[in-house]
């Protein structure tokens, strides 16, 4: 976004403008309609920049406290945080005085930290830097364009940094191929440090003595990997389920006995799976793992745990369409859910080739058991407890 339009979207004009192009948007009126209506009184790019608005606090609900009200850029957007992970994240700040917000983008990390300490916020791009402190400006953040030069370890008591992980124009998941990368982030900041990074992020060489990592999800999808350091950090990596707030920890070494398709199937929740804790959810259980599940876990009676959701095992075929089409057939099966993990079938083609037409809703888990891909036929139980 350019510089001028940054300025006029948060000036009076700009906001009034937000609030016609919301009030068209809730309308349902069409956006070429909508945008020929705001031309009328304005020149195309705030015209354009007032839709684009009204469209990007469509998709901040869950990411601010009142998008409602925010200036907001569709780029910044798609990185900002879910309100219920910054909002986590932030707790851990509690009492630690003076908070840098280093790359603080739209101001969904700040807002979160606000609640716990005074803040500093520094953004690069001056555009978005001014849509910060509009943003932020009710909850007493201090916002400066500035980049990792301007930052050194006595500029506050902690500080949260997410780097951009589109450099380039594309996606990055290399924690040192970000912007600024981890190793600057590091050797800058204060002791006291939670950097965002990529669920993905192969970070692992970094937890070392005072730096530990922990795994988000929230209702069930992985939402990012974060790397504590100093008074924040814990003696173990963790795997956290939002929003009930339940934690695993563990080395990540744990060795869990092994096990065969049969009883009950534990699926993990991705922040388990990904931390690679799912050995040690086996050893709080009493499960056991596919050795080539890809992190399923297997259990001889119904197991009730908030990381992972728990199917009875009805049977187990070689994966070959006419062995798992007859399985289904003689079973019933009508709506069929897929999961697979260290399989290479495509489940929505083999849904479309088997045509189940019963009326038993079944799952169906892709995966691989003593050197071959497999077919797991499960059905669903509800808090431990078999159903029908």
């Not at 594309?170 to 912007?179: F, I, K, Q, W």
């Amino acid at each position: 976004m350019k510089l001028s339009v940054a300025r006029w979207l948060v000036s009076a004009e700009g906001q009034s403008a937000c609030v016609a192009a919301d009030g068209m948007l809730c309308a349902g009126v069409p956006a070429h309609t909508a945008l020929d209506r705001l031309r009328k009184t304005l020149d195309p790019p705030h015209a354009a920049a007032a839709w684009g608005n009204a469209l990007s606090r469509r998709k901040a609900v869950g990411r601010f406290p009142d998008p409602g009200r925010m200036a907001l850029v569709r780029e910044a957007l798609e990185q900002s945080t879910s309100l219920e992970v910054a909002r986590h994240r932030a707790a851990r700040f509690a009492g630690i005085g003076g908070i840098l917000d280093w790359g603080a983008g739209l101001g969904a990390d700040s807002l979160a930290l606000a609640g716990h300490g005074s803040v500093l916020a520094m953004e690069r791009d001056p555009a978005r830097a001014i849509l910060h402190r509009h943003n932020t400006a009710d909850a007493g953040v201090g916002t400066v364009v500035g980049d990792g030069r301007m930052v050194h370890p006595g500029i506050a008591q902690a500080a949260f940094a997410d780097p951009d992980r589109r450099a380039g124009g594309r996606r990055v998941l290399g924690p040192n191929d970000a912007s600024p990368p981890l190793a600057e982030i590091l050797s800058r900041a204060p002791a006291n440090l939670c950097v965002k990074l990529a669920p993905a992020a192969q970070a692992a060489p970094w937890e070392t003595a005072g730096v530990s990592l922990e795994w988000i999800s929230l209702g069930g999808e992985l939402k990012e990997q974060v790397l504590w350091r100093g008074a924040f950090s814990r003696s173990h990596r963790q795997a956290t389920v939002l929003p009930a707030g339940d934690f695993l920890a563990g080395t990540g070494n744990e060795v869990a006995p092994s096990g065969d398709p049969e009883g009950f199937l534990l699926d993990p929740d991705p922040a388990i799976t990904c931390s690679g804790l799912a050995p040690r959810l086996a050893l709080e259980t009493g499960s056991a793992a596919l050795p080539e599940g890809g992190g399923f876990l297997v259990a001889r009676g119904p197991v009730a745990s908030p990381f992972a959701s728990t199917l009875e095992i009805l049977s187990f075929v070689p994966l070959r369409l006419e062995k798992l089409r007859d399985e289904l057939k003689a079973r019933g099966a009508g709506p069929l859910e897929f999961r697979k993990r260290n399989s290479t079938t495509d489940a929505e083609e083999l849904r479309v080739r088997i045509k189940a037409r019963g009326e038993e809703p079944l799952i169906v888990v892709l995966t691989r058991h003593d050197g071959r891909e497999i077919a797991i036929v499960c059905r669903r139980i509800a808090n431990g407890v078999r159903m029908g």
